[in-house]
C-alpha cells in the first residue's frame, strides 16, 4: 500500500498561474472564495486529501498519465468554456437510481448539490427521468458478472438529441452497468468533448 501526500508548495505550484487573465480573476474573489483557495494549500485539508494506493492494479499505478497544473488545464485549445448563452449543466437519469423513488430522489439532490459547488456559477438543471427503453440503447449480459449492460456510445447519442439549447453539457446518470465496445468488460463512464455530454454508472 503506498499513500501520495502533496505540500503545500507543490499545490501553490499546481493550483496558483502567474497567468495575467487568471491573476485578475483571483483579485475577484470575494472573502468566502479567498479562504477557500488558501485551504486548499494546505497539506491537511479535505480538498486535497492523501490518496492511498491499495495495490498496482489501482487507476493511477496501471495508467500512468503526465501531471497538468491548472494553467495547462487553462490554456488547453481543447478547454470548453460556457458562454453566456449556454451556462446551464442538466443532468438526465436513466432507469431508477435506488430501490425507491426517495432513494433516487436523494441522490439527484446531492449530485446536484456537488455539480453547483464544484462548477461554480453555472446553473444545474434537472432533465425528466426517463426508463432505459427509451434511449433505444444496445445492451448486453456480461458473460462473467452476468448483468445487464448497456452501450455507452448509444447513451451519449441518445443524449446529444435531448441536448437543451441552452446547454453547456448534459450528463447521464445511471445505476446499469456501461460497456464501449463488444470487446471491453466495462467502462466506469464515457464522454464527448465537442457535443457536450457524457454519462457515469
Given at each position: ?10 499545490l ?78 442538466y443532468?438526465?437519469?436513466i ?50 458478472t ?41 467502462v ?14
Amino acid at each position: 500500500m503506498q499513500i501520495i501526500r502533496h505540500s503545500e508548495q507543490t499545490l501553490k505550484t499546481a493550483l496558483i498561474s502567474k497567468n495575467p487573465v487568471l491573476v485578475s480573476q483571483y483579485e475577484k474573489l470575494d472573502a468566502g472564495e479567498q479562504r477557500l483557495m488558501n485551504e486548499a494549500f494546505q497539506p491537511a485539508s479535505d480538498l486535497f486529501g492523501p490518496i492511498t494506493l491499495h495495490s498496482p492494479s489501482d487507476w493511477i499505478t496501471s495508467h500512468p498519465e503526465a501531471p497538468q497544473d491548472f494553467e495547462q488545464f487553462f490554456s488547453d485549445p481543447y478547454r470548453k468554456t460556457p458562454s453566456p448563452n449556454k451556462r446551464s449543466i442538466y443532468i438526465q437519469s436513466i432507469g431508477s437510481l435506488g430501490n425507491t423513488r426517495i432513494i433516487s430522489e436523494e441522490y439527484i439532490k446531492w449530485l446536484t448539490g456537488y455539480c453547483k459547488a464544484y462548477f461554480y456559477g453555472l446553473r444545474v438543471k434537472l432533465l425528466e427521468p426517463v426508463p432505459v427503453s427509451v434511449t433505444r440503447c444496445s445492451f448486453r449480459v456480461n458473460e462473467n458478472t452476468h448483468n445487464l449492460q448497456i452501450h455507452a456510445g448509444d447513451i451519449l447519442k441518445f443524449l446529444k438529441k435531448k441536448k437543451p439549447e441552452d446547454a453547456f453539457c448534459v450528463v447521464g446518470i445511471t445505476m446499469i452497468d456501461l460497456y464501449p465496445r463488444d470487446s471491453w468488460n466495462f467502462v466506469f463512464g464515457q464522454a464527448s468533448l465537442t457535443d457536450g455530454t457524457g454519462e457515469v454508472d
